[in-house]
């Protein structure tokens, strides 16, 4: 009966009810939010990062570098020569090198050039591959492709269908004559490569040499220097001390760079981490504020019921009695509140991820973390023990003057 | 049988010390129904508050058949309060926020004098002998005053009290409704061999009583003192 005391008094002052939820819940979306965003970006770019052990492209900046091969953001820095493929792929210390070549694309979605092997990749011993197929089979021949599940379903490709690439990374390039034919669509990796189209490399150095030869009618250059370069190599060494030591070994080397992708993503986070630091401080101090305005909604509800109070002791209700049905209220208050701001902190969050997916192809996750199950206990503990300060400021006060 | 024995009620600060009530001595017998007159400020309110517990005295002795009322802890006197005392005030009685069918549950919560399965069939019964029986799911605002305080006297003797306090409660209400209310209490009182004690002012409600108790103001302001005669 106590409850539904408290419950009532809830319900009988709407107002002041519903705007300390608000408060409550607002405060709660926020940190929700905030912990969602971060630990879905930590999560998001370790998975992407996940296949690649090292990386080798051209001279330059390895953020860039990463950002290409991974995310396939970002224009590459250049290209290697198919000689550094060629003698990685024979490194004692390598289990398996995997050229990659980018440079086109098909309506704005990134064309892979790569080895068939990219398709027998395990990133982990035992986990299976990489890059499995939900429909057709892998590329074998130039121009056949093998499409990313979101780009097959974003594009509405399917097994049978043709297309042109354009040159460059944004739609609108030049229109590459020969046409390629979809024979395989992936599997969802929940990374930046749903959103690829793997082809052959020599596909790429097809379309490229044509591409080359009409420019050379127009301007006098030597690219055929360049016709079989690759623009990065996924390695994957043998173990741990075979990485240091191929790392070691480019160390100096004047023609390539060799990169740990999660050692950049490491950096990445420190940059992300400021950012985050401070939202997170933004959240905390409203949070502060939310609950100094639940104290005092709760204290002002516990005030203006002084007389209801005075006539349940009458009744009967001991001190104790009034002191639950008050703590009941701010419960309530800081479970409906916390309730409605975890689903409104999802609710924003997946509407972002949405606009972050399609924007730079990171796939965030969107599941119930332990940060969340924190936030859910401490917030409703905290609320509580925000009631517990107007229960006990009213738990002596003398009643019968109000009768 | 009710007694009060010496008892005074002094409320203290700084610079003054004021008598709120003070009473040698009042003996009420069970079944009896007592008028309890006085003009304001002569400590009506304050005493019916010291018999019920709500207030604890700073002299003398409050007595209950065998229970002394006034050296019980607090934790006793709630549950002496919710077990043998039925209240009605002059007006506001009801919490606002329950239908008048849960304001008479919520008495019943805190004392276990009805088994819980039969409390709702008791309480309707209740409210259908004080004219509610159509308004079970009202809220207070719903109700007219007369209708509100028919409801607190249906409250008030829910429990089957030892002792109903009625602090004014005809004094929000028209004559019709004051008598009816009036009428109310004294039928439950009787039934229930319980004693009755309304405070009141009414020259017309006093008139209802066989014996009325006066409380006097004490000629100076500071001080201020009170007995209880028996009139008749």
């Excluded at chain 1, 971060?38 to 860039?64: C, M, W, Y």
């Excluded at chain 1, 949405?354 to 969340?372: G, N, P, Q, R, Y």
């Excluded at chain 2, 028919?150 to 929000?172: F, H, M, Q, W, Y």
Aim: with cysteine; proline share 3%; aromatic share 6%.
């Amino acid at each position: 009966m106590r409850l539904a005391i408290a419950w009532r008094n809830l319900l009988a002052k709407p107002v002041q009810s519903g705007l300390t939820v608000l408060i409550v819940a607002a405060t709660i979306a926020m940190l929700t939010l905030v912990t969602l965003l971060s630990t879905g970006t930590h999560n998001g770019l370790v998975r992407a990062t996940e296949p690649f052990d090292l990386i080798v492209g051209a001279k330059g900046s390895p953020n860039q570098l990463v950002l290409n091969t991974v995310f396939l953001q970002d224009a590459p820095i250049g290209n290697v020569s198919h000689e550094i493929y060629e003698e990685l792929a024979a490194n004692p210390l390598v289990a398996s090198a995997i050229p990659l070549a980018f440079g086109d694309n098909y309506k704005g979605y990134t064309i892979v050039g790569s080895g068939s092997d990219i398709f027998q990749h395990q990133p982990k011993v035992g986990q299976g591959e990489w890059l499995q197929l939900t429909a057709g089979r892998p590329f074998t021949l130039p121009f056949e492709a093998v499409v990313g599940a979101k780009t097959a379903q974003k594009l509405g490709l399917k097994l049978g269908d043709e297309f042109k690439s354009a040159h460059g990374f944004i739609p609108g390039g030049h229109v590459h004559d020969n046409a390629y034919h979809v024979v395989g669509i992936l599997q969802a990796v929940n990374g930046p490569y749903d959103q690829a189209i793997l082809v052959p490399i020599e596909s790429i150095w097809l379309a490229h040499e044509k591409h080359e030869h009409e420019a050379e009618a127009e301007v006098t250059d030597d690219s055929h220097e360049h016709e079989h370069d690759v623009t990065a190599i996924m390695v994957k060494p043998k173990g741990y001390s075979e990485a240091m030591r191929l790392y070691q070994q480019f160390q100096g080397n004047p023609r390539a760079q060799i990169v740990f992708p999660s050692q950049v993503i490491v950096q990445l986070f420190a940059i992300l981490g400021q950012g985050e630091y401070m939202l997170k401080t933004v959240a905390y101090i409203i949070i502060v504020m939310g609950l100094m305005i639940m104290v005092l909604s709760v204290y002002w509800s516990a005030l203006s019921r002084v007389h209801d109070r005075a006539i349940l002791r009458a009744l009967g209700a001991s001190a104790r009695d009034i002191f639950t049905v008050i703590l009941a209220e701010s419960a309530f208050l800081t479970i409906l509140g916390v309730t409605v701001g975890i689903l409104t902190g999802h609710g924003i969050y997946s509407l972002l991820v949405k606009a972050m997916e399609s924007k730079t192809a990171i796939v965030l996750t969107a599941a119930l973390t332990l940060d969340e199950v924190y936030i859910i206990i401490g917030g409703t503990l905290f609320g509580m023990l925000a009631g517990l300060i107007p229960a006990m400021l009213t738990y002596r006060k003398e009643v019968a003057q109000y009768l | 049988m009710l007694e009060v024995n010496q008892v005074r009620k002094e409320y203290r600060d700084i610079l003054q010390t004021v008598t709120a009530v003070a009473v040698d001595n009042l003996i009420i017998k069970n079944g009896e129904q007592v008028a309890l007159v006085g003009p304001s400020g002569s400590g009506k309110t304050t005493l019916l508050h010291l018999i019920s517990g709500l207030l604890t005295p700073t002299n003398g002795k409050i007595k209950f058949d065998d229970i002394t009322i006034s050296d019980m802890t607090e934790t006793w006197r709630d549950i002496w309060r919710a077990k043998a005392i039925g209240y009605v005030f002059q007006r506001l009685n009801l919490l606002a926020s329950l239908n008048i069918l849960d304001n008479l549950l919520v008495a019943m919560s805190f004392v276990n004098t009805i088994p819980k399965k039969e409390q709702r069939e008791w309480a309707s019964q209740l409210l259908a002998q004080v004219n509610l029986s159509d308004k079970l799911g009202k809220f207070p605002h719903q109700l007219s005053m007369g209708e509100q305080q028919r409801g607190a006297v249906a409250r008030a003797v829910i429990n089957k009290p030892r002792i109903i306090l009625a602090d004014e409660p005809t004094a929000s209400l028209d004559q019709d409704n004051g008598l009816l209310v009036l009428e109310m209490l004294r039928k439950f009182a009787e039934e229930s061999c319980s004693i009755l004690l309304v405070s009141t002012h009414d020259r017309q409600i006093m008139s209802q009583f066989e014996r009325i108790c006066s409380l006097r103001k004490a000629e100076k302001e500071v001080i201020q003192s009170a007995t209880c005669d028996s009139l008749a």
